[in-house]
């Protein structure tokens, strides 16, 4: 499966990105390849690659990894880059585990069915307003006054549940998440997307 997560350094073009492909994984063998594409005529190799976007726009980044036995997944997703100033609100990014599939039928076993935010940087980041969201549409908003702690991680389970500081409830009645391939997108109060997550499983 081809995946990958990209989180943005600063608010305008010249834009530097952070791209990590670490989270894809070959179902029988190792991954040994990783080529990027980044919608702008710039391409990379590597597991971890960082890219500046020089002007304002919209670029597909494309990530194809290829295992030992030579067999190659694709994922790529849409990324804004625009100019315009708002102020610094932390580093926060999508992480380790993205449960989308869950045990059994999702749809049965809504809260195992979870994604995890990182806040990465060294001081705490008041999500008032942030909202998390997928290819289809599904969108949550962060309860109001919800803070996330420097170094801390945040679980969003699909389901419903009692809210604490590290572990957060949508409250759907039904699966977001495709278990094949999705886009998780993180904005900030003003819209900006802070963190992206793609992932595409790979074709037998």
Same mark, same amino acid.
């Given at each position: 499966?081809?995946?990958?997560?990209?989180?943005?350094? /600063?608010?305008?073009?010249?834009?530097?990105?952070?791209?990590?492909?670490?989270?894809?994984?070959?179902?029988?063998? =190792?991954? =040994?390849?990783?080529? +990027?594409?980044?919608? !702008?005529?710039?391409? $990379?190799?590597?597991?971890?690659?960082?890219?500046?976007?020089?002007?304002?726009?919209?670029?597909?980044?494309?990530?194809?990894?290829?295992?030992?036995?030579?067999?190659? $997944?694709?994922?790529?997703? /849409?990324? !804004?880059?625009?100019?315009?100033?708002?102020?610094?609100?932390?580093? %926060?990014?999508?992480?380790?585990?993205?449960?989308?599939?869950?045990?059994?039928?999702?749809?049965?076993? %809504?809260?195992?069915?979870?994604?995890?935010?990182?806040?990465?940087?060294?001081?705490?980041?008041? %999500?008032?307003? +942030?909202?998390?969201?997928? *290819?289809?549409?599904?969108?949550?908003?962060?309860?109001?006054?919800?803070? %996330?702690?420097? *170094?801390?991680?945040?679980?969003?389970?699909?389901?419903? /549940?009692?809210?604490?500081?590290?572990?957060?409830?949508?409250?759907?009645?039904?699966?977001?998440?495709?278990?094949?391939? !999705?886009?998780?997108?993180?904005?900030?109060?003003?819209?900006?997307?802070?963190?992206?997550?793609?992932?595409?499983?790979?074709?037998?």
């Amino acid at each position: 499966m081809a995946a990958f997560v990209a989180s943005v350094d /600063g608010e305008s073009a010249p834009l530097t990105v952070h791209f990590d492909g670490s989270g894809s994984y070959g179902r029988t063998n =190792v991954i =040994v390849g990783f080529v +990027w594409a980044f919608g !702008d005529g710039h391409s $990379a190799s590597g597991r971890q690659v960082t890219h500046t976007y020089a002007e304002p726009g919209r670029y597909t980044v494309e990530l194809t990894v290829t295992d030992r036995r030579g067999r190659s $997944a694709r994922v790529s997703s /849409g990324m !804004d880059v625009r100019v315009r100033q708002l102020p610094t609100v932390g580093c %926060l990014c999508f992480a380790e585990p993205f449960h989308a599939n869950a045990v059994g039928n999702d749809n049965a076993n %809504l809260n195992d069915e979870y994604v995890t935010v990182h806040n990465e940087g060294p001081w705490d980041v008041d %999500l008032t307003a +942030w909202t998390l969201g997928d *290819e289809g549409g599904h969108v949550y908003r962060f309860p109001a006054g919800f803070v %996330l702690r420097a *170094e801390a991680y945040v679980s969003i389970h699909t389901g419903t /549940g009692t809210d604490t500081a590290h572990v957060l409830y949508w409250g759907w009645h039904e699966e977001i998440w495709n278990n094949e391939s !999705d886009i998780a997108i993180l904005w900030d109060a003003s819209g900006r997307i802070v963190s992206l997550y793609a992932y595409m499983d790979a074709q037998e």
